[in-house]
Each structure stands twice: as structure tokens, then as C-alpha cells.
């Protein structure tokens, strides 16, 4: 797994990108008494490749957004387009198709199955897609050589530190080879250290070719991603780089950034 | 792109996915199904019980005459006996579910049975002499307790065979002794065991009919005086119609009896007993189905995030709900098996300390695992679609 040296390869056709997911004036109120606005009328796109991290206190609307990008959540107003189809028009299976085939999260909790081994916990990342048993296992394997934990395939959960168990959530994310993987808070359960290994195995996946949308309140992780929002009670009071369209990577605009490879055991 | 929206879940991965979740909770698996076990286990023991209950009963109310019907000639417009024709028994045995026929002949006029020849004739004791062919042995179900019965050798020899009473009337112990019967002596066959539904036969000396017809002269010697017949079990009412024409066709002068409140008890014994157990294991298997049903519900509420992961990974609300709904039947389906274990070891070990006939129902033992499964697809239905109704984010959150 090496890192390209020009990033425009997961760019689109002609010079013009079709964005992946697009929102456009997307809200999320709670009804109750009173009622909740998490997220006011915002509008974002991903494209191909994008690193987007969304920053924000806690309570400021971010896993909304990143659930209502990832399809998980129903707007209450707006439009949200997943390769220019409308999602809010689809029937549940449709949606779910979506994201077996071009929607991965990686979570904060891992969610990984404490009873079966990584390389099943991985190869459950193919279970909705209808992928053939033995091609499961292979890409599982593969995933699991490619975020560095090659000689864990057969260990639980249980038998792994936060940061393998961390891995192994991710290459279940990328098993599935998806258009955008979200991440919602990777590193809310890590140590700093361990934190900045997966962080930086999540901009190599960017670099690879597959957006990569992570939610995270450190603002010093954040800082690894070339596009940042930062929200606030439900506004997106922050754009980084300024002009939304202006989306492509240039490494110009990066900050420091740590190169890191994914087989580095910072974790331990 | 169309191709790939669309999530696939094969079969295979269903039940390996419901086998995950049975297989790493063994503790709660174990639990959850010991209620359908323990239903299965009442509704495996108690058909099992009652059926063996029932065989018992049923043969000691056969023993005792159920399924038996006696074909006597009845009397004609003369005021005399309209004799059966000789044809009777071959015609009754072809008909069905008849198991086994025993002829008795016309004994000969004024023949008693005397302990010796100096005892006075009107000193009968109240014995008889009757006349059989071999036949009648197994049609009566009566045991031999001293000697031997008649065959084809001795059923043509001055030779007897006594009831009990007879046997202890005369002083007869053992078979060689000798009787007087109608003026000549008879050596002693065997003695038989008190016959429980021909109690005629307990006060009897038996004769071979060939002996008589060879010995005897007389217009009605050699024929039918009674003809019993044994149905199979629980036949008796069927057997009972056909037979007056099967013995003597087109003639309305033959009576057939049977020991009708036997042959009814018998049958509303078949019934109660069935019902009881039936309704027992009901009750029993409704209990393991609520047991089942509340696991799944606490299974549900405590797999909030797996089912929120499986969601994201693309799983449709359908996927979910048959995910747990196959975990619920497989839960049950496990306790199923146990559950019949566990109830055919009991109702075997029921019989045979009771000395009954050991008893499985060859229907419960198909129908125990696939009742189970339904029971338990039943119980999983209102947690699975809890499940399924489940929003993804709300899921995710909860851990």
C-alpha cells in the first residue's frame, strides 16, 4: 500500500467531478417540547477522494450531519443526492443497497462482534452485498494486511488492544472498496498516540482514492484533513478551504501533515 | 450501478448469522431454551405416557372382551336353532380386521363330566362338556397351565382339556389323570388358566370336536354352536356389521353379540387420555414460547448496536427481522430436540417401571422439532420486528 504521488487519480472525467453525496439545504429538527434543531439548512457536497473532517463542541449537530450524509438518518428538510439520486425518494431497501455497496463507518465504539475473529468481523463488512463466502475471507485478509494486522486474523476482539480493534473496524470499512467512508469520532476511545496512527491510516485510505468524512472534536486531528467545517449549534460557521467548490487537494493548501504507515504500531 | 443496489442476503448467511448469535451466548441459549424444552419434554412424556396408558388399558379391555364378538344361530320360524352353515368360519376370517375365530361345536346330548365312574350321575357339579376345535384357544385368550392344548392329533382322541373351576371341581392337578365323561374315561389334556371373558370356559371340559363326530351320533353333532371372534384392536364396531352375513349369507337367523360397554369404554378411553396430554403440553409449550419471546426482547434492547452496525453495512430492515426471527427459531428448535430427548427418556422410563408397553408416538417425534420451530418463529415475531423498526443512529447510539 503506497501512497500516490499525485492525488487528482480519484478525480472524475473532463476535468468535472460528480460529486459522491450532495446535501442541499438539509435540516434536522427533534420534534418534542420544545422541539430540537440539531442542524439548520446547510448544504455540502463530497467528491471522489475528498478528506472532509467536520469539527465541533459536542451537542453542535456533527454526528447528525455525518448520519443524515451517510443515509442513516432522514433530513427533515432538504435534499440529499448519492450519485445524483435522490435518497429521500428511495424505499429502505434501495437505501440499504446504497450503503452496502458505496457507504462504509468506521464509529467511535468499533461495533465489532466480541464471538467471531477479525477476519470475520471484516468479512461481515461483505455480508450485505452479496459476495461469495470464500471472496469474503480472501478480501477480508487482504484488508486486514493492508491497516497492518496481518498477524491477527484469527484473534477476537477481545483479544486485541483499542487500537488493532480500531483496525480491524476500518478494514471492515474498506473491505467493501466504498466511495466515502465516515468515521464518526475514530479516535474518541484511543489514546493521542494511537489516535494520530489512525488518523493517519484514514488520510492514506484518502490518498488511495476513497473520501474520507470524519467527525472528531479535536482540532488538532482535524488538521491532518485538506477540507474542514466546523459546526456550531447546528450552523456550519467554517469552511476550510473558503470556497466549497474549491475541492480539490492540492498540496499546497495541506498543513504538516504525518506520514505514517498504517503498519507503524504507534498504539502499543 | 444498478447491479450493485441491491443488498443481497443468501440463506446460508442467515442461519450462519443466527448460529452466531445462538452459538456465542451458550449461557442465555441454554436458558432461553430450557422452556421449549421443558414443553417439548411434557408434550414428548405425556403422549408418550398416555399411549403407553392407553396400550395398557386398551389390552386389558380387549383381554377382557372389548374387541370381541360371539356369532351364535339364532332360532327360526320352527322354534329350532337355524343352524350356521359349515362354511361360516372360512367366510368370517376373510372378513377385515377379523384376527382370529374359534369354533365351538354342539356337545352331544346328556354328557356330563364325572370324577370316576362311581360317582352318581346327578352329581354333575356343575360342569359341562363342550365341544372345540383347536381354534378356540387363541380366540378366547386362554393360557394353557398344565399339559398342552389340542392339535390336530388329539382333537380325534378321548382326551380333555379342563377349565380351572372344572380342574379344582374334579380334584384334577396335573394332566395324565383320568375324567368319566358320557360313559367312558377320558385321559386328561390340560388344565387351563382362568379365562378371563368366557367364564363358560372355566366350568368346562373341553372336547376335541373330531372325537365327538367320530364317537357321537346325534342330528346335531358336528355342528356351530358359537363362533368367538376376535377383531383387531378397536375394529369391533366395524367387524360387528358384516358379520352376520359374512357367517350365514342371506339369512337373518344368525345373532351376533358384542360386550358393548366394553367396546364403548374403549373407545372414550382412546379419547380422554389423548386430549389430557395434548392440552397439558400446550399449556407447557406456551410458557417455553413467552420464555423464548422475552429472551429475544432483552436480546434486541442489548443488541442495539450490532443491529445499528448491520444497518450501516447495509442490512434492510427485512434482513434484520429475519435475522432474529431465525435466532428465535433456532433457540426453539434446540430446546425441540432436547425437549424430545429428555420426554422419550421419561416415558420409557414410565413404562417400564410399570410394566407397560414402551410407547412413542412416531408423530410427536416428527412433529416435536418442526411444533418447536413454530413456536419459537411465533415468539420471535414481535421482537424481530422490534428489531427491524429500529432506527439505524438511535441503534449506533446506544451501547
Same mark, same amino acid.
Given at each position: 500500500?503506497?501512497?500516490?504521488?499525485?492525488?487528482?487519480?480519484?478525480?472524475?472525467?473532463?476535468?468535472?467531478?460528480?460529486?459522491?453525496?450532495?446535501?442541499?439545504?438539509?435540516?434536522?429538527?427533534?420534534?418534542?417540547?420544545?422541539?430540537?434543531?440539531?442542524?439548520?439548512? #446547510?448544504?455540502?457536497?463530497?467528491?471522489?477522494?475528498?478528506?472532509?473532517?467536520?469539527?465541533?463542541?459536542?451537542?453542535?449537530?456533527?454526528?447528525?450531519?455525518?448520519?443524515?450524509?451517510?443515509?442513516?438518518?432522514?433530513?427533515?428538510?432538504?435534499?440529499?443526492?448519492?450519485?445524483?439520486?435522490?435518497?429521500?425518494?428511495?424505499?429502505?431497501?434501495?437505501?440499504?443497497?446504497?450503503?452496502?455497496?458505496?457507504? #462504509?463507518?468506521?464509529?467511535?465504539?468499533?461495533?465489532?462482534?466480541?464471538?467471531?475473529?477479525?477476519?470475520?468481523?471484516?468479512?461481515?463488512?461483505?455480508?450485505?452485498?452479496?459476495?461469495?463466502?470464500?471472496?469474503?475471507?480472501? !478480501?477480508?485478509?487482504?484488508?486486514?494486511?493492508?491497516?497492518?494486522?496481518?498477524?491477527?486474523?484469527?484473534?477476537?476482539?477481545?483479544?486485541?488492544?483499542?487500537?488493532?480493534?480500531?483496525?480491524?473496524?476500518?478494514?471492515?470499512?474498506?473491505? !467493501?472498496?466504498?466511495?466515502?467512508?465516515?468515521?464518526?469520532?475514530?479516535?474518541?476511545?484511543?489514546?493521542?498516540?494511537?489516535?494520530?496512527?489512525?488518523?493517519?491510516?484514514?488520510?492514506?485510505?484518502?490518498?488511495?482514492?476513497?473520501?474520507?468524512?470524519?467527525?472528531?472534536?479535536?482540532?488538532?486531528?482535524?488538521?491532518?484533513?485538506?477540507?474542514?467545517?466546523?459546526?456550531?449549534?447546528?450552523?456550519?460557521?467554517?469552511?476550510?478551504?473558503?470556497?466549497?467548490?474549491?475541492?480539490?487537494?492540492?498540496?499546497?493548501?495541506?498543513?504538516?501533515?504525518? !506520514? #505514517?504507515?498504517?503498519?507503524?504500531?504507534?498504539?502499543? | 450501478?444498478?447491479?450493485?443496489?441491491?443488498?443481497?442476503?443468501?440463506? &446460508?448467511? *442467515?442461519?450462519?448469522?443466527?448460529?452466531?448469535?445462538?452459538?456465542?451466548?451458550?449461557?442465555?441459549?441454554?436458558?432461553?431454551? +430450557?422452556?421449549?424444552?421443558?414443553?417439548?419434554?411434557?408434550?414428548?412424556?405425556?403422549?408418550?405416557?398416555?399411549?403407553?396408558?392407553?396400550?395398557?388399558?386398551?389390552?386389558?379391555? $380387549?383381554?377382557?372382551?372389548?374387541?370381541?364378538?360371539?356369532?351364535?344361530?339364532?332360532?327360526?320360524?320352527? $322354534?329350532?336353532?337355524?343352524? +350356521?352353515? %359349515?362354511?361360516?368360519?372360512?367366510?368370517?376370517?376373510?372378513?377385515?380386521?377379523?384376527?382370529?375365530?374359534?369354533?365351538?361345536? /354342539?356337545?352331544? @346330548?346328556?354328557?356330563?363330566?364325572?370324577?370316576?365312574? *362311581?360317582?352318581?350321575?346327578? @352329581?354333575?357339579?356343575?360342569?359341562?362338556?363342550?365341544?372345540?376345535?383347536?381354534?378356540?384357544?387363541?380366540?378366547?385368550?386362554?393360557?394353557?397351565? @398344565?399339559?398342552?392344548?389340542?392339535? $390336530?392329533?388329539?382333537?380325534? +382322541?378321548?382326551?380333555?382339556?379342563?377349565?380351572?373351576?372344572?380342574?379344582?371341581?374334579?380334584?384334577?392337578?396335573?394332566?395324565?389323570? &383320568?375324567?368319566?365323561?358320557?360313559?367312558?374315561?377320558?385321559?386328561?389334556?390340560?388344565?387351563?388358566?382362568?379365562?378371563?371373558?368366557?367364564?363358560?370356559?372355566?366350568?368346562?371340559?373341553?372336547?376335541?370336536?373330531?372325537?365327538?363326530?367320530?364317537?357321537?351320533?346325534?342330528?346335531?353333532?358336528?355342528?356351530?354352536?358359537?363362533?368367538? =371372534?376376535?377383531?383387531?384392536?378397536?375394529?369391533?364396531?366395524?367387524?360387528?356389521?358384516?358379520?352376520?352375513?359374512?357367517?350365514?349369507?342371506?339369512?337373518?337367523?344368525?345373532? *351376533?353379540?358384542?360386550?358393548?360397554?366394553?367396546? $364403548?369404554?374403549?373407545?372414550?378411553?382412546?379419547?380422554?387420555?389423548?386430549?389430557?396430554?395434548?392440552?397439558?403440553?400446550?399449556?407447557?409449550?406456551?410458557?417455553?414460547?413467552?420464555?423464548?419471546?422475552?429472551?429475544?426482547?432483552?436480546? =434486541?434492547?442489548?443488541?442495539?448496536?450490532?443491529?445499528? +452496525?448491520?444497518?450501516?453495512?447495509?442490512?434492510?430492515?427485512?434482513?434484520?427481522?429475519?435475522?432474529?426471527? /431465525?435466532?428465535?427459531?433456532?433457540?426453539?428448535?434446540?430446546?425441540?430436540?432436547?425437549?424430545?430427548?429428555?420426554?422419550?427418556? %421419561? %416415558?420409557?422410563?414410565?413404562?417400564?417401571?410399570?410394566?407397560?408397553?414402551?410407547?412413542?408416538?412416531?408423530?410427536?417425534?416428527?412433529?416435536?422439532?418442526?411444533?418447536? *420451530?413454530?413456536?419459537?418463529?411465533?415468539?420471535?415475531?414481535?421482537?424481530?420486528?422490534?428489531?427491524?423498526?429500529?432506527?439505524?443512529?438511535?441503534?449506533?447510539?446506544?451501547?
Amino acid at each position: 500500500m503506497t501512497a500516490p504521488t499525485t492525488t487528482d487519480t480519484a478525480g472524475g472525467i473532463g476535468g468535472r467531478r460528480r460529486p459522491i453525496i450532495e446535501i442541499c439545504g438539509v435540516s434536522k429538527i427533534y420534534p418534542g417540547t420544545p422541539a430540537v434543531t440539531a442542524l439548520h439548512p #446547510s448544504s455540502l457536497r463530497i467528491d471522489p477522494g475528498d478528506q472532509l473532517a467536520i469539527v465541533g463542541a459536542s451537542g453542535s449537530g456533527k454526528s447528525t450531519l455525518l448520519a443524515i450524509l451517510g443515509t442513516l438518518d432522514d433530513p427533515t428538510d432538504g435534499t440529499v443526492r448519492v450519485d445524483g439520486r435522490d435518497v429521500g425518494a428511495m424505499r429502505e431497501a434501495e437505501r440499504s443497497a446504497i450503503r452496502s455497496s458505496r457507504i #462504509s463507518f468506521v464509529f467511535q465504539q468499533f461495533h465489532l462482534l466480541p464471538a467471531i475473529s477479525a477476519t470475520e468481523n471484516v468479512a461481515t463488512g461483505l455480508l450485505y452485498t452479496g459476495t461469495s463466502p470464500k471472496e469474503r475471507h480472501d !478480501r477480508a485478509v487482504t484488508a486486514l494486511e493492508a491497516v497492518g494486522l496481518g498477524q491477527r486474523l484469527r484473534n477476537r476482539p477481545g483479544e486485541l488492544s483499542g487500537g488493532e480493534q480500531q483496525r480491524v473496524a476500518i478494514a471492515r470499512a474498506i473491505v !467493501r472498496d466504498p466511495a466515502v467512508l465516515f468515521a464518526d469520532e475514530p479516535t474518541g476511545a484511543l489514546d493521542s498516540a494511537t489516535g494520530e496512527a489512525i488518523v493517519a491510516l484514514l488520510t492514506k485510505i484518502a490518498d488511495l482514492g476513497t473520501a474520507v468524512v470524519m467527525v472528531t472534536h479535536e482540532a488538532a486531528l482535524a488538521q491532518r484533513f485538506t477540507r474542514r467545517i466546523r459546526l456550531k449549534d447546528g450552523h456550519i460557521i467554517d469552511r476550510y478551504p473558503s470556497d466549497p467548490q474549491h475541492a480539490s487537494r492540492s498540496k499546497a493548501l495541506q498543513p504538516a501533515r504525518i !506520514r #505514517s504507515t498504517p503498519t507503524s504500531r504507534q498504539e502499543q | 450501478m444498478n447491479a450493485t443496489f441491491r443488498s443481497r442476503f443468501r440463506v &446460508r448467511d *442467515v442461519l450462519r448469522t443466527a448460529w452466531l448469535g445462538v452459538a456465542s451466548r451458550p449461557h442465555r441459549t441454554a436458558l432461553a431454551s +430450557l422452556g421449549v424444552a421443558l414443553g417439548i419434554a411434557s408434550l414428548t412424556a405425556l403422549t408418550g405416557v398416555a399411549a403407553s396408558n392407553q396400550a395398557q388399558l386398551l389390552a386389558n379391555l $380387549d383381554r377382557m372382551g372389548a374387541n370381541l364378538a360371539i356369532i351364535t344361530p339364532a332360532i327360526g320360524p320352527d $322354534d329350532n336353532l337355524v343352524p +350356521l352353515p %359349515a362354511t361360516a368360519p372360512e367366510m368370517v376370517k376373510r372378513v377385515d380386521f377379523v384376527a382370529d375365530v374359534g369354533v365351538f361345536e /354342539t356337545a352331544p @346330548e346328556n354328557i356330563s363330566v364325572y370324577r370316576s365312574d *362311581v360317582v352318581p350321575p346327578t @352329581e354333575s357339579n356343575g360342569l359341562k362338556v363342550t365341544v372345540a376345535r383347536p381354534d378356540v384357544l387363541r380366540a378366547i385368550e386362554a393360557k394353557v397351565a @398344565e399339559g398342552r392344548w389340542f392339535d $390336530d392329533a388329539s382333537r380325534s +382322541l378321548p382326551v380333555t382339556v379342563l377349565g380351572r373351576t372344572a380342574a379344582e371341581r374334579l380334584g384334577i392337578t396335573q394332566p395324565g389323570d &383320568r375324567v368319566w365323561i358320557g360313559g367312558q374315561w377320558y385321559g386328561v389334556l390340560g388344565i387351563l388358566e382362568s379365562a378371563g371373558l368366557a367364564t363358560d370356559i372355566d366350568t368346562a371340559a373341553i372336547i376335541g370336536d373330531r372325537w365327538v363326530r367320530d364317537a357321537y351320533e346325534g342330528a346335531t353333532i358336528g355342528e356351530i354352536s358359537e363362533m368367538y =371372534v376376535r377383531a383387531e384392536p378397536g375394529q369391533t364396531a366395524r367387524v360387528k356389521d358384516v358379520l352376520a352375513s359374512a357367517a350365514s349369507p342371506g339369512s337373518p337367523f344368525v345373532s *351376533v353379540n358384542t360386550l358393548t360397554a366394553l367396546t $364403548d369404554a374403549r373407545a372414550s378411553a382412546d379419547d380422554s387420555l389423548s386430549t389430557l396430554g395434548l392440552t397439558l403440553a400446550g399449556i407447557a409449550l406456551l410458557v417455553g414460547a413467552i420464555g423464548i419471546a422475552n429472551t429475544m426482547v432483552v436480546a =434486541v434492547l442489548e443488541r442495539r448496536g450490532e443491529i445499528g +452496525l448491520r444497518r450501516s453495512l447495509g442490512a434492510r430492515p427485512s434482513q434484520i427481522a429475519t435475522q432474529f426471527l /431465525t435466532e428465535a427459531a433456532t433457540l426453539a428448535l434446540i430446546g425441540g430436540i432436547a425437549g424430545l430427548a429428555l420426554g422419550t427418556g %421419561a %416415558a420409557t422410563l414410565f413404562a417400564l417401571t410399570r410394566g407397560q408397553p414402551v410407547v412413542i408416538p412416531i408423530e410427536t417425534v416428527i412433529a416435536s422439532p418442526l411444533v418447536a *420451530v413454530f413456536v419459537g418463529a411465533a415468539a420471535g415475531l414481535y421482537p424481530a420486528l422490534r428489531a427491524a423498526r429500529l432506527s439505524p443512529t438511535l441503534a449506533l447510539r446506544a451501547v
